[in-house]
């Protein structure tokens, strides 16, 4: 087990990846404290690591609030002696930030995403360095898109959004690599079991004039491989990537669009 008691924090947690990631943590040995802005989705992964054996907690956390965000780190800490990694998975529903071309778009909700996104991202990392600086070690991760390194249409502030969050990784490296604390992202491409994927396509699906599947097929026919990432994948690299086993890598977002972007 790569992560035997290793203490993680996991923010959007009642979401798709943020639930896997949860569980691929867990199942790798680490004590997983599930977040979430709803009790009620994160309760359910929780128990479900439990139930495969796992050391999981849930606890209602906005990752906006300042407050709601430090009060908790310091239960994990009071309860778990530390917080080795902070995963931020958060998302948001895409109506009303895709699908409208830029020059409709009115500048808040361009803005959203990059404040909710960018801002949750920074908020979280900053908390949970504060307790890591002391150990100096820790992991702090986040989750980007494509969309941070390609021109798209009708996607409003989403792309600027994921490409700061990007370089927050890299910035937050850059001050946190010399106290010990590693920060890295996964960037994947769409992952079709995700409802964020599909509203993201139904929300675009007039203007591109394509199917559910022509869509798919568009992006897989982008990767080597000609087939999208699946959840389980991604969550198995963020899984190494919290772990020792990646004590070389840091202030990178690491590919894994299986081909369809260079670096
Ligand atoms: N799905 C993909 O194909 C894909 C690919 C690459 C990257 N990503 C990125 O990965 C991240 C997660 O995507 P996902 O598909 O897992 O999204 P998701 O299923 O919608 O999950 C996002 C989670 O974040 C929670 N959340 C939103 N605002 C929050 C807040 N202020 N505090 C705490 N939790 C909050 C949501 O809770 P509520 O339901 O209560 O709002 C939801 O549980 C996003 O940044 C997305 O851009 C996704």
């Not at 778990?80 to 931020?88: K, L, M």
């Not at 307790?131 to 070690?137: D, G, K, L, R």
């Not at 798209?152 to 850059?174: F, M, N, V």
């Not at 599947?213 to 080597?224: I, K, N, P, V």
Request: glycine residues 10%; proline residues 4%.
């Amino acid at each position: 087990m790569i992560l035997k008691d290793k203490v993680a924090v996991i923010y959007g947690a009642g979401g798709a990846i943020g639930g896997v990631v949860a569980r691929a943590l867990a199942s790798e040995g680490a004590k997983v404290f599930l977040t979430g802005r709803n009790l009620a989705s994160v309760d359910v992964a929780a128990k479900n690591i439990v139930a495969a054996g796992g050391s999981a907690e849930a606890a209602q956390v906005d990752a906006l609030d300042e407050q709601a965000v430090a009060e908790h780190l310091q239960a994990v800490i009071d309860k778990a002696g530390r917080v080795d990694i902070s995963f931020n998975a958060v998302g948001i529903p895409s109506a009303g930030i895709l699908g409208v071309p830029l020059v409709e778009l009115d500048v808040d909700q361009f803005a959203l995403p990059i404040t909710t996104f960018a801002a949750s991202y920074f908020l979280t990392a900053r908390l949970a360095a504060r307790h890591m600086i002391p150990n100096a070690s820790g992991v702090i991760m986040t989750v980007t898109t494509a969309h941070s390194r390609t021109g798209t249409p009708l996607i409003g502030g989403y792309g600027p959004a994921q490409a700061a969050k990007e370089a927050l990784t890299r910035d937050l490296s850059a001050e946190l690599a010399p106290h010990g604390i590693r920060v890295v992202g996964l960037r994947p491409q769409g992952i079709p079991e995700t409802d964020t994927l599909k509203y993201g396509y139904e929300l675009r699906a007039e203007a591109t004039g394509m199917t559910w599947e022509q869509f798919q097929e568009m992006l897989a026919s982008r990767t080597h491989p000609r087939r999208l990432m699946t959840l389980e994948e991604t969550a198995d690299v963020a899984a190494f990537m919290a772990s020792d086993k990646a004590s070389g890598m840091t202030g990178t977002t690491v590919n894994l669009t299986m081909g369809s972007m260079d670096d």
